[in-house]
Structures are given as structure tokens and as C-alpha cells.
């Protein structure tokens, strides 16, 4: 028979355990999400194809017909919704998982489960809609008459990447958020500006060359670099950026997990 | 750990730092001034350790629960109660002491937690059964018994939220009534739902209680703890004040609270508010425990900042299975033409036929128009009925049971074959051995 043990300050070891014995609840919070998510909206899942249809047309028009950025030969439309995939992923995630505590508050203060879940579950989700992207960016391709290069097979590296980044960052924020509400405000605005900041609707190599190693600080530069390089072969890609992204996402995902192991414990007293 | 324990607590304690958790609610803007005030302070945490108030929501308690025992906890709000059980459950964790439980535990705090209004009954009890532990196909195998327990079968494939609250807490309970767990820890879950409902919960937790398990129940329902549970421990101020039988601890705990029952609430839109509720008995001197039969008055001090017109009053008794009868100004139309100032009213009941239980008052005021509540629906007063049943013509075996029983007992007889004629009733006027004769000869 198992005994549990409660005290102060102990590390529990079961922690690691109980997350595992509480997958099924991890996919019941992913099942529950995607069956809320469209009810009473009027045109349902297709929401998930018009949200990026008419983000890509908006940025296509912006960036490569107002702003004319160099496409580096391949169909400008193609080349933003290679960077806006994971984007929308990250910040679709960081938006509602950023949230999950704080809305699932009395789930909280009412039931034990290892936290985590929750937020994974959220991060999750989203994978549905990046999946449902990915069928569009075929479509495109298709549409195009685009053949993606061998490296094509290394996508779901950068997925793992993607993955990692938005939970290390979710995780961040929706611990703080318990505290700070004013990450409800913050959240919005880095979203906002991360549009901007990071090459969604253009190439990173419009940036400066002396600038490069420092724009590639953030890590979404090397994300995004890496998806284009291999779905569409861009040799533009700055493959440096790529490196970072890897080392800043592991320390991302490391810190994500240690603050929020440290701070869980109070999340019922204070949320 | 001695295998025969169930759940062992020791020295537990659980501090709240008040004034911090002000601090948080200030938010971000306040921790960066003051870490751009003074960087050093905040750093070593001074200028924030000084300003917290610490808040000992429970301190030193120790308790030793056996396999198969049934403990009720109980005690005033604010007593600990809640903290001890979000510390069983895990949702906080001590600040002292340590908790160990041996067993498969599953805790109740609530019934009907993560239930999501946009989804049907169907998706809400795998949702619910999942966040209380069960694995899926555990609910996939009692699905059936949980959907007939809860007698919502019908509405299984409607939103939640079209729900009446009733069978919305119907469908929660059944879901947790389901959970198959060695410990069960739950708290007032019980005082949801109609009475015929509650009767059915509290069967279902006296079967779970009967099958050897081990379980701790947090109630105000001091009847239901007598009932189901063979221990008791009252808390107050954050430790074990009296820990032992139920019946003796639940008595020093009714007598400690009716000594001191002084309810009060106030309705600020109204202005209105109760500033006091007596219970008295026939003699007109202050009580809180009453013989079978003898009458019972309710009195309220209420003040009024406005006049509050034609206002309707509702008293009700409420013992084990519910409300037992009203007094219903909706129904019976006396109500006073306006109540302004200060001043007192009451109620008398008369001859209350009531067996030896624990009961409580119920009140509730509305607005002229009947609906608009200027006080909600709440316990305003405490009372225990005792008595010797033997003197009113109860001579079974099994007269202990009265206890658990129906508790109005309106005057009867037994008219049997033989032609005796058995009078039983809790009217002050003791039965007297007078002939009576039986109906059956007519």
C-alpha cells in the first residue's frame, strides 16, 4: 500500500509520478477545450481557417504588395504563412494558456492534480488548430506548384521547438498571472508586438546583418527561420538563430518548469 | 505507520500572512516601486516580512484516524475545518506538521467541480469523473448506475447550463457518489439539493461509511454527523477543542453554540437588518432546548433605516431529513403593515411535535412584491429537542433509532386486532392510561 505523505516544504517525488498518472485528465482538459471552443459561434471550426486565411492575406498585402520585402523567390503568401504558423501556435498558446489557472480558478482551489496539467493541456490545444493550418499550408503549396526540399522532414524538430518555447513561456505567465493580473494586460501586448518583432510577414534577413545575432535573441527569429528553411528551402535562413532558439527554449522550458514548481504549492491560497 | 491507521496528522499547522496577501492583490506596479525604492530591502525581503500579520488557520493539530473509522468534523465557520481538508486533499500544503494517509484517497469539497456549462450531462461526468481521479474506463464501466442515480437520464444529451440547479446537483453528486476510494474526505456537500435528494446522499455515504471504509465528514448538519459518523472532533480557533464520541462532542459543541447564538445580518439596499433571534420557550425565558411538545417561540429585534412595507416573513424548521413545517407569511398573508425603527417580532409554534434531534431555524425575508429578498434564506437559530421518549408512549426496542428518525410526530394511535388501543403522542400532556376504544369494533 501507498503511503502519501504530506509536509511542509517537502519536494514531493511523487510529483513526476502523479503527472503521469494524471495523463488521462491531461487529455479530458484537451478534449474538453476543443469541444467548448466553437459552441454557439455561428460558423464553428471553420474559425480555424478564416483566423489565418485572413491574417495571411492582411500581412501578404502589408509586407509584400505595400511594403514590398524581398520573397527570396518564393510566392510571398507562401513565405509568410511558413512564419505564421508558428506564431499563431505560440501566441494562440500564450494566450490561452497564459490564462489557464487563473480561469480554471476554482478547479484549483477545489481539487488536487498536478497543475501542469492544466497549462500543458491549454499549450495542447492549440495543436489541433496548427494541425488544421498545416492541411492549408499544403493547400497552398498544392495551389503554388511548390515542392518543399528534402529538409522538409526535419519540420517536426521545429515543432518540438515550437512546442517548447510557447509552454516554457505559458508556464511563466499563467504562474505569475496567479499573482500578477497584471499579465492579463501584458499578455495582449506582447502578442501584439511579437507580430512586429519577430519575422512573421517578412525574412529575417531584411535585418541588418550586424544585427542579426541580436534580433536572433528572440527566440520565435530562430523558430520561424527554421520553419522556412526547411518547408521552403529559403537559404536566407540564418541558421545561427536556429542554435540560439534550441539553447533558449531548453533554458525557456527548464526555468518555466522550476518557477512553477515553486510557486504551485501556494497557487489555492493566493489565486 | 501502524497498517491499522488510516490518516495520521501531526503537529499541522497552516499559516496565512495576511497583510501579504494584500500586498499581491496590489499587484506588479507595488513590488517593481518598491524594489525601485529600495533594492536592498527587497532583496533581503525585509521591508515585506515587516508588514505581514500571520494568521494561524490551524495550529497543532494531531489526529490519528483508524481503517473503517467514520469522523465527523465539526465547529464553527472559521474554524479550520475547510484549511484541514484543503490540506488532506493537497490543495495547500502545511506550513508545519506533516500528514500521512495510507490509502486511496478521494476528496469532496465541493460537488460538481469543473463542470462546464456549454457541455451536455454525458461530457460533463467523464470531465468531472477524470478531475476527481477516475480513470476513463472506470467511468465507462459505472456510467449506467451514475446516469440512474442522478435521474437525469433524459436531459444526458443537453447543455448543463439548461439545467434546472436541482438536477444540476443531482447529476455532480452522482458523479462523486460513484468514486470508489479507501478514504473519502468530504465537506458539506450535502447542503445542496432538495431534501428527498439529500436523504439519498446521506444513504449512499451511510452505505460507503457501513462498507469498512474509512471516512472524514465535515458538516453543520450536527444530525447527519450523529448519524453517520462514530467519532467526532470539534475544532475551534485552529485546534482540536474536544475530539471523542460523537453524541458527547456533539452535544458540548450544540450547547457551546447555542450559549452564544447571536445572529445578525443586515440588508444594506434595505437598510434593513435583524439584529437578533431568541428563541424562548412557553415561559418566555431564552432557550435552546425544548421538551417534545412544548411550544416554541421565535422572537427577532430587527431595526429598520427604512421603512420596509408589507414585508414577508418566512420561518422554517429544518431537523435531518429537511424542512420539517413553516410558517409562511406567502401562504398565510398576516404580514405586518410596515416595519420601521426599532422593534421586535415574533413567532409562536405551538405544542411542536418533535422528536429528540438537533434542529435548526430557518428565516428569510422578502419584499412586498414577494420575490426580492431583503435577507436570504439562511440558519438563524439552533435549538435541540430532548426528552425521555418512554414517557410519551414510546416503548419500542428500538426507540434509539429515533434519532435518525422522521422527526414531526403528529398524535396517533394503533388500533390492534386484539382490540387495544395504543395512543402514542408528543403533546405536553403526557399519554395517560385512560380507555380509549378501538375503531375497529364500530
Given at each position: 500500500m501507498s503511503e502519501l505523505v504530506i509536509e511542509s516544504g517537502r519536494i514531493e517525488r511523487q510529483y513526476w509520478r502523479d503527472l503521469w498518472r494524471y495523463r488521462e485528465l491531461f487529455l479530458f482538459f484537451v478534449w474538453r477545450d476543443l469541444l467548448v471552443r466553437?459552441?454557439?459561434?455561428?460558423?464553428g471550426v471553420s474559425w480555424s481557417l478564416i483566423r489565418p486565411f485572413l491574417t495571411l492575406a492582411v500581412l501578404t498585402i502589408v509586407f509584400g504588395k505595400l511594403g514590398k520585402m524581398p520573397a527570396g523567390g518564393v510566392p510571398y503568401p507562401l513565405l509568410v504563412f511558413c512564419g505564421m504558423l508558428p506564431w499563431l501556435f505560440f501566441s494562440t498558446a500564450l494566450t490561452e494558456a497564459g490564462n489557464s489557472l487563473v480561469s480554471n480558478a476554482n478547479m484549483v482551489s477545489k481539487v488536487y492534480f498536478p497543475r501542469m496539467t492544466i497549462t500543458a493541456s491549454s499549450v495542447s490545444t492549440c495543436l489541433v488548430d496548427f494541425m488544421i493550418s498545416c492541411v492549408f499550408l499544403i493547400a497552398l503549396m498544392i495551389w503554388f506548384r511548390f515542392l518543399p526540399p528534402v529538409?522538409?522532414?526535419?519540420?517536426p524538430f521545429f515543432v518540438v521547438l515550437m512546442f517548447g518555447a510557447s509552454l516554457g513561456v505559458s508556464l511563466w505567465v499563467a504562474a505569475l498571472m496567479v499573482k500578477y493580473r497584471d499579465f492579463r494586460f501584458i499578455v495582449p501586448f506582447v502578442v501584439q508586438f511579437g507580430l512586429y518583432i519577430s519575422p512573421v510577414g517578412f525574412q529575417s534577413s531584411v535585418v541588418p546583418e550586424r544585427f542579426r545575432l541580436l534580433y536572433a535573441l528572440n527566440p520565435m527569429v530562430g523558430i520561424i527561420d527554421g520553419f522556412r528553411w526547411c518547408i521552403l528551402g529559403l537559404p536566407q535562413a540564418y541558421l545561427p538563430s536556429i542554435g540560439i532558439a534550441t539553447v533558449e527554449v531548453g533554458l525557456l522550458l527548464a526555468s518555466g518548469v522550476w518557477y512553477f514548481r515553486k510557486t504551485e504549492r501556494t497557487f489555492a491560497d493566493i489565486i | 505507520m501502524h497498517p491499522d491507521i488510516a490518516i495520521s496528522i501531526e503537529g499541522l499547522g497552516k499559516k496565512y500572512e495576511v497583510d501579504k496577501l494584500k500586498a499581491q492583490d496590489e499587484g506588479l506596479r507595488h513590488v517593481i516601486e518598491r524594489a525601485l525604492r529600495a533594492p536592498l530591502a527587497t532583496m533581503r525581503k525585509k521591508v515585506y516580512t515587516k508588514r505581514t500579520r500571520e494568521f494561524w488557520a490551524l495550529r497543532n493539530v494531531s489526529l490519528q484516524v483508524r481503517r473503517g473509522e467514520v469522523v465527523g468534523v465539526i465547529g464553527r465557520n472559521g474554524a479550520g475545518k475547510s484549511t484541514m481538508l484543503k490540506l488532506l486533499s493537497r490543495i495547500t500544503v502545511p506550513t508545519e506538521g506533516s500528514i500521512r494517509i495510507n490509502g486511496r484517497v478521494a476528496s469532496l469539497l465541493e460537488v460538481g467541480t469543473g463542470f462546464h456549462q456549454e457541455l451536455t450531462g454525458r461530457e460533463n461526468i467523464f470531465l468531472n469523473g477524470a478531475i476527481l481521479g477516475m480513470k476513463r474506463s472506470e467511468i465507462i464501466r459505472k456510467f449506467d448506475e451514475i446516469v440512474e442515480f442522478s435521474e437525469v437520464g433524459e436531459f444526458l444529451d443537453t447543455p448543463v447550463k439548461r439545467y434546472s440547479s436541482g438536477m444540476y446537483v443531482r447529476l455532480a453528486f452522482a458523479v462523486a457518489a460513484h468514486l470508489d476510494p479507501e478514504i473519502l474526505i468530504v465537506d458539506e456537500v450535502l447542503a445542496v439539493g432538495d431534501a428527498a435528494f439529500q436523504r439519498k446522499c446521506l444513504g449512499k455515504m451511510s452505505s460507503f461509511a457501513q462498507s469498512g471504509r474509512t471516512v472524514l465528514f465535515v458538516s453543520h448538519n450536527l444530525e447527519a454527523v450523529r448519524n453517520l459518523c462514530g467519532r467526532a472532533v470539534w475544532l475551534e480557533n485552529g485546534s482540536v477543542r474536544e475530539d471523542g464520541a460523537v453524541d458527547q462532542v456533539v452535544e458540548n459543541f450544540f450547547n457551546a453554540m447555542s450559549a452564544s447564538s447571536q445572529f445578525s445580518s443586515q440588508s444594506d439596499e434595505y437598510g434593513f437588518a435583524v439584529r437578533r433571534v431568541v428563541l424562548r420557550d412557553a415561559t418566555g425565558a431564552e432557550s435552546a432546548q425544548f421538551t417534545p411538545g412544548a411550544d416554541m417561540i421565535v422572537e427577532l429585534e430587527y431595526s429598520a433605516a427604512k421603512p420596509l412595507e408589507q414585508p414577508y416573513i418566512i420561518l422554517a424548521i429544518n431537523g435531518v431529513n429537511g424542512t420539517c413545517f413553516t410558517a409562511n407569511m406567502l401562504l398565510d398573508?398576516?404580514?405586518?403593515?410596515v416595519l420601521q425603527g426599532t422593534g421586535k417580532m415574533a413567532c409562536r409554534f405551538k405544542a411542536?411535535?418533535?422528536?429528540?434531534q438537533s434542529y435548526s431555524v430557518k428565516m428569510s425575508i422578502r419584499t412586498k412584491n414577494g420575490n426580492d429578498r431583503v435577507l436570504d434564506y439562511s440558519d438563524v437559530a439552533f435549538f435541540n429537542v430532548v426528552g425521555d421518549l418512554a414517557e410519551y408512549?414510546?416503548?419500542?426496542?428500538?426507540?434509539?433509532r429515533a434519532s435518525s428518525s422522521t422527526p414531526v410526530i403528529v398524535p396517533y394511535e394503533w388500533h390492534l386486532p386484539d382490540g387495544t388501543v395504543a395512543p402514542v403522542s408528543l403533546s405536553g400532556e403526557r399519554v395517560q392510561n385512560k380507555q380509549i376504544d378501538s375503531v375497529l369494533s364500530r
Open positions: 466553437y459552441k454557439q459561434t455561428a460558423v529538409a522538409v522532414f526535419l519540420v | 398573508g398576516n404580514r405586518p403593515t411542536v411535535p418533535l422528536l429528540p408512549g414510546f416503548a419500542g426496542e428500538f426507540v434509539s
